[in-house]
């Protein structure tokens, strides 16, 4: 029997490839253009940038990530960002997300916009939206720095679902918003929680910084959306954490798709690390929680 850690160091992501391949009948989606490949994976997009209705804004964002070979998006938040969201105003944001996942199921996946402040409307929410509903897993922004307790009891549920954390982190180069976390905040907390998978949003977009600071915890990914697309960041990260812990997410539509894929095809990596970044490493974090839901045999 295998267990999640080893999911994560086996190297078993072209199996999952194969079964969500045949599960989407999407087996030669890519052929429009000698770089990209079938099946990217994007695990960070928002409902911004775009226009229209919830609808409408999801049917942009397909539009687009179809050019470029993206057959899935994570999408997180409502389409109005509010740093620190009440209880009401989580319901209403993940609603929109629902409504993004019921209008296309076989390319939207979301996860649950949590508040580490109002703690039983967060579970409440967890519960909602992953545990009876389609969700996949669990994001925060910058309503409270991660490394504080009131993240344990949220971390301990995503546990019990089987289903990551994505925690959005910045070093800014001035000071950081109030209640934003920053990558050591992102280790402090993984340290806490052995068991749990957490994706350390834009690796902190000082990225340097931020692959250091989470290089000792191999249950943290580097996701390495939103910044601006330097070259050696995806480098970088390959070299000091391993393909297996990278993530491409692009957190379109306030990012473009292309510019955040250029992070990864400029990297002049081998083709099974880009496999692995660009959708292969996402497939093997989601799988526990896609086999519950039935999206898996
Ligand atoms: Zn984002």
């Given at each position: 029997?295998?267990?999640?850690?080893?999911?994560?160091?086996?190297?078993?992501?072209?199996?999952?490839?194969?079964?969500?391949?045949?599960?989407?009948?999407?087996?030669?989606?890519?052929?429009?253009?000698p770089?990209l490949?079938e099946g990217v994976?994007?695990?960070?997009?928002?409902l911004?940038?775009?226009?229209?209705?919830v609808?409408?804004?999801v049917?942009?964002?397909?539009?687009?990530?179809?050019?470029?070979?993206i057959?899935r998006?994570?999408?997180?938040?409502?389409?109005?960002?509010?740093?620190?969201?009440?209880?009401?105003?989580l319901?209403?944001?993940?609603d929109e997300?629902?409504?993004?996942?019921?209008h296309?199921?076989?390319?939207?996946?979301?996860?649950?916009?949590?508040?580490?402040?109002?703690?039983?409307?967060?579970?409440?929410?967890?519960?909602?939206?992953v545990?009876?509903?389609?969700m996949?897993?669990?994001?925060?922004?910058?309503?409270m720095?991660?490394?504080?307790?009131?993240?344990?009891?949220i971390?301990?549920?995503?546990?019990?679902?089987?289903?990551?954390v994505l925690?959005h982190?910045?070093?800014?180069t001035q000071e950081?918003?109030?209640?934003?976390?920053?990558?050591?905040?992102?280790?402090?907390?993984?340290?806490?929680?052995?068991?749990?998978?957490?994706i350390?949003?834009?690796?902190?977009?000082?990225?340097?910084?931020?692959?250091?600071?989470?290089?000792s915890?191999?249950?943290?990914?580097?996701e390495?959306?939103?910044?601006?697309?330097?070259?050696g960041?995806?480098?970088?990260?390959?070299?000091?954490?391993?393909a297996?812990?990278v993530?491409?997410?692009?957190?379109?539509?306030?990012?473009?798709?292309?510019s955040?894929?250029?992070?990864?095809?400029s990297?002049?990596?081998?083709?099974?690390?880009?496999t692995m970044i660009?959708?292969?490493?996402?497939?093997r974090?989601?799988?526990?929680?896609?086999?519950t839901k039935?999206?898996?045999?």
């Open positions: 029997m295998m267990n999640r850690r080893d999911l994560l160091v086996g190297g078993t992501g072209a199996a999952a490839c194969g079964l969500l391949n045949s599960m989407t009948g999407r087996a030669d989606a890519s052929t429009n253009g770089k490949r994976w994007d695990a960070h997009v928002h911004s940038g775009v226009g229209g209705t609808q409408q804004r049917d942009q964002l397909l539009l687009h990530a179809g050019r470029f070979g057959e998006l994570v999408i997180s938040m409502g389409t109005s960002f509010v740093h620190d969201p009440s209880p009401e105003e319901v209403r944001q993940n997300v629902l409504q993004a996942i019921q296309a199921p076989q390319q939207v996946l979301g996860m649950v916009y949590l508040n580490p402040k109002h703690t039983a409307a967060s579970l409440s929410e967890i519960d909602r939206c545990r009876e509903g389609p996949v897993g669990i994001k925060l922004w910058i309503a720095r991660c490394h504080r307790p009131e993240l344990d009891p971390v301990r549920r995503a546990v019990e679902l089987q289903v990551p925690q982190c910045y070093w800014r950081n918003l109030p209640g934003e976390s920053t990558p050591a905040d992102m280790a402090t907390l993984a340290s806490r929680h052995p068991d749990a998978w957490f350390c949003a834009h690796t902190g977009n000082d990225w340097e910084r931020g692959l250091r600071a989470i290089r915890q191999p249950h943290v990914f580097a390495i959306c939103g910044s601006d697309p330097t070259a960041f995806v480098e970088m990260a390959v070299r000091e954490v391993g297996q812990r993530l491409y997410g692009s957190d379109a539509g306030g990012r473009s798709f292309a955040q894929l250029a992070k990864v095809y990297a002049g990596l081998s083709e099974q690390d880009e660009l959708g292969s490493n996402l497939r974090l989601l799988q526990p929680v896609l086999r039935g999206a898996l045999p």
